[in-house]
Structure formats: structure tokens, C-alpha cells
């Protein structure tokens, strides 16, 4: 049976082929998470019971949604589980962090009535080829149904960096979303993918044409095949090393560990490429 695929698979051997291998192929166990990987899970949590409420016709108060944020903060944080690699931002700044992200998304957004959902954490299967030997899933954090009839894709980030307009104009992750709804709402004119980058308060908004998603699934059949031809899984290190809960055991850390440059001196560098800034805000 083929294996199927997901952004978040490719993008890990896109990264580092020896990450891959360690979590897809050896399955190795982890009992770790970084702290930014915790706020995200924690912030999507509550915006998801958040739309589920207003589907019902309930809007809670900010107050309530905070409440409710940090009682699942309290609930599920344990300090030998979280993993915080820049040392300096105790536990209290990530979690102030997760409250502006639901403040900021909140506002935006009351009374939340400018849409109707079609999905929320909505799951997509399909396949890229029509022999369906190329499979993609994902889980979709809401699809609505605009005013104007179209339906948007909606994605909620809860990182620092907000990227350019070319950058999300390439993305891959919705664009393959598109594909996975457009087979679902069948006729639809219009589809657009939505970008909420909560800590910074921005909206970002791109859309495709077919010739487009057409390129996607060239382009990712390729990446499959490339995938599923590998053998020698080799490490890439990068920035990112010191996020990856494989470090331990990664060969690549251990024989650059003494000539590793400090995550905050790497993102902060000029000459950090948009590829490693852009992986360093997914974190």
C-alpha cells in the first residue's frame, strides 16, 4: 500500500533527510516538544472550541477564550516535556505570547459573522495522479464559504515571522489544500488561502490557477519519488539542529556541536537565507 503523504513529511525531508529517517522511517519515540510547537498546539486548541462555539450561535467573551487558554496552559505544561532552546524567555513569555495571539485574533474578528463554516480542523485525502499511487492528507485548520461565494482556506500561525507576499505566493502546504477542496466543493468559482499570522496581527491572502496547482503536483510527484528512492538519509545541519528532537542522537550535532553558531546570533544574522528564517518561524 503507498505511503501517503503529507506538507509537513515532505518538509522534513526537504530540511533534513536524517530527521526524516529518525521520524518517519525509524519512528523513533519522543516524549519532548519544543515550546513553540507547545504554544502553537495550545493557541490552535482554543480557536478551534472558539469556532466551534460560534457555529453553535455562542460567541464567548476575550476574557473566557483567555481563561480558557491558560487553564489548558496550566493543565498540560510540564517544564521536563517542554523543550526551550533560547534559555533567556522563561515559560511566562511564551505564554504571554499565545494570550496576544488569541487577543490580536479575537479583535480581528468579532462578531464573527463574515463567513460560513464549512469545516473546522477539516480533514483532506486525495490523491495527485489519477492511478492514486501519489497520495496527500492534511488537516485543515478552517474552511469557510466567503461573502462573496468563494471559499477560503484558513491557516492559523502563531509565530514571530510574517513572509513576503512572493514567498506565500509559492507556499505549498494550502495550495495543496486547494487541490483536496476543490474536489470536495465541486463548481466552486473561486478559492483562496488565507494566512492569519496572529502574533503580528496580519492577514495574508494568494490564490492559484489551475496551470498552477498543475505545477504543484508535478513538482510533488517528483518530490515523492525522490523521497522513496533515498537510502543513505544523510544529515543536513542548519539553525534549525538545535530544535530537532533527535539532536541527541543526530551524528551531525555531535560533531559540529563546538562550532555551532547560537540560534538568536543565526536569525538575527543578514545573512540568514529566507529559506532558514522561514523554517526558524515554522518552530
Not at 11 to 19: R, S
Not at 69 to 93: G, H, L, S, Y
Not at 183 to 188: L, N, V
Not at 206 to 234: C, G, K, N
Request: proline share 5%.
Amino acid at each position: 500500500m503507498p505511503t501517503v503523504y503529507s506538507h509537513s513529511r515532505l518538509a522534513c525531508f526537504e530540511k533534513c533527510k536524517k530527521q526524516f529517517h529518525y521520524r518517519y522511517i525509524e519512528k523513533r519515540p519522543v516524549d519532548t516538544e519544543s515550546i513553540e510547537a507547545f504554544v502553537g498546539k495550545r493557541v490552535h486548541e482554543v480557536i478551534e472550541k472558539l469556532n466551534r462555539f460560534v457555529e453553535r450561535g455562542v460567541v464567548p467573551s476575550l476574557p473566557k477564550v483567555l481563561q480558557r487558554f491558560r487553564t489548558d496552559w496550566e493543565e498540560q505544561f510540564q517544564a521536563e516535556r517542554v523543550r526551550i532552546v533560547r534559555a533567556e524567555n522563561p515559560p511566562a513569555v511564551y505564554r504571554e505570547n499565545g494570550e496576544r495571539c488569541l487577543g490580536n485574533h479575537y479583535r480581528r474578528n468579532y462578531p464573527f459573522d463574515r463567513d460560513e463554516s464549512l469545516g473546522i480542523e477539516q480533514h483532506v485525502g486525495f490523491a495527485l495522479d489519477g492511478d492514486g499511487r501519489y497520495r496527500v492528507r492534511g488537516i485543515i485548520d478552517r474552511v469557510v464559504r466567503a461573502a462573496d461565494g468563494a471559499v477560503e482556506i484558513h491557516d492559523y500561525k502563531t509565530g514571530r515571522w510574517v513572509p513576503s507576499q512572493q514567498e506565500l505566493d509559492q507556499d505549498r502546504q494550502l495550495a495543496l489544500y486547494q487541490i483536496g477542496v476543490e474536489a470536495r466543493y465541486e463548481g466552486t468559482a473561486t478559492v483562496r488561502l488565507v494566512w492569519h499570522y496572529l502574533l503580528r496581527d496580519q492577514l495574508r491572502v494568494s490564490t492559484r490557477t489551475p496551470e498552477q496547482l498543475d505545477e504543484l503536483r508535478a513538482h510533488t510527484i517528483e518530490l515523492i519519488d525522490r523521497i522513496e528512492a533515498e537510502r543513505d538519509f544523510e544529515p543536513q545541519p542548519s539553525a534549525l539542529c538545535s530544535w530537532c528532537e533527535f539532536n541527541d542522537v543526530c551524528p551531525a550535532m555531535r560533531a559540529n556541536a563546538s562550532d555551532t553558531a547560537p540560534p538568536a546570533a543565526v536569525e538575527s544574522s543578514p545573512e540568514t537565507s529566507v529559506a532558514t528564517r522561514h523554517q526558524l518561524a515554522l518552530f
